[in-house]
């Protein structure tokens, strides 16, 4: 199985800031086929980037992934207060599909 | 508007079996997959497995491949999570979402928290 490693495992940023999270997979995700979820308190998660790089319907510009192989990155440019939450990587190239264990973004 | 709108929360007892449904609109059901996942509470999100709606077809995680069952019905729109000889770290939030080869899960229902508890 990919074993799929996020970190830092809690980041503490202040809005305006620029926040950078890890994602690192044991095996090559092909086709980059690596996607990021936000997760809030008592909501179910929601898809933010799939395909590494591209933005899912509603996701607003100041988020963007990169990355390849086996190390992608999200990046969001201007931390807004609603973007403090949890995210997760998952790859869906080979099954089983498999989150990281989060990183955990909160208000510094 | 595509919604995936899953059933109530239940109390099950150790040894018991659970059984979830999710109920698909908005969407030709038949022609995507549904993924099953679960998150403990305070933990991350682990993926059980999923099925192809018009084949029947599952492929389930190596650690559910023994107690769990995901089946579909087409004519209400309709996936079922069963799991069985359910254990107290059984106790999880379970999700349904729309799925698909090559795909992101791009669509969740609102989870259905089962509890194991003697």
């Known amino acids: 199985e990919n074993v799929l490693t996020q970190s830092p495992g809690t980041l503490s940023l202040s809005p305006g800031q620029r926040a950078t999270l890890s994602c690192r997979a044991s095996?090559?995700?092909?086709?980059?086929?690596l996607a990021w979820y936000q997760q809030k308190p008592g909501q179910a998660p929601r898809l933010l980037m799939f395909?590494?790089?591209k933005r899912a319907a509603g996701t607003p510009d100041r988020f963007s992934g990169s990355g390849s192989g086996t190390d992608f990155t999200l990046t969001i440019s201007r931390l807004e207060p609603e973007d403090f939450a949890v995210y997760y990587c998952?790859?869906?190239?080979?099954?089983?599909?498999?989150f990281g264990q989060g990183t955990k973004l909160e208000i510094k | 508007q595509i919604q995936l709108v899953q059933s109530g929360a239940a109390v099950k007892k150790p040894g018991a079996s659970m059984r979830v449904s999710c109920k698909a609109s908005?969407?030709?059901?038949?022609?995507?997959?549904i993924s099953w996942v679960r998150q403990a509470p305070g933990q991350g999100l682990e993926w059980m497995g999923r099925?192809?709606?018009?084949?029947?077809?599952?492929d389930f995680a190596p650690k559910f491949q023994d107690r769990v069952t995901m089946t579909t019905d087409t004519a209400s729109n309709t996936a079922y999570l069963e799991l069985r000889s359910l254990r107290s770290d059984d106790t999880a939030f379970y999700y349904c979402a729309r799925d698909d080869p090559g795909d992101p899960l791009d669509y969740w229902g609102q989870g259905t928290l089962v509890t194991v508890s003697s």
């Open positions: 099925i192809a709606v018009n084949t029947g077809k599952t």
């Open positions: 095996q090559s995700v092909k086709y980059s086929y």
């Open positions: 395909g590494a790089s």
């Open positions: 908005g969407y030709k059901f038949s022609i995507y997959e």
């Open positions: 998952q790859q869906y190239d080979s099954s089983p599909k498999t």
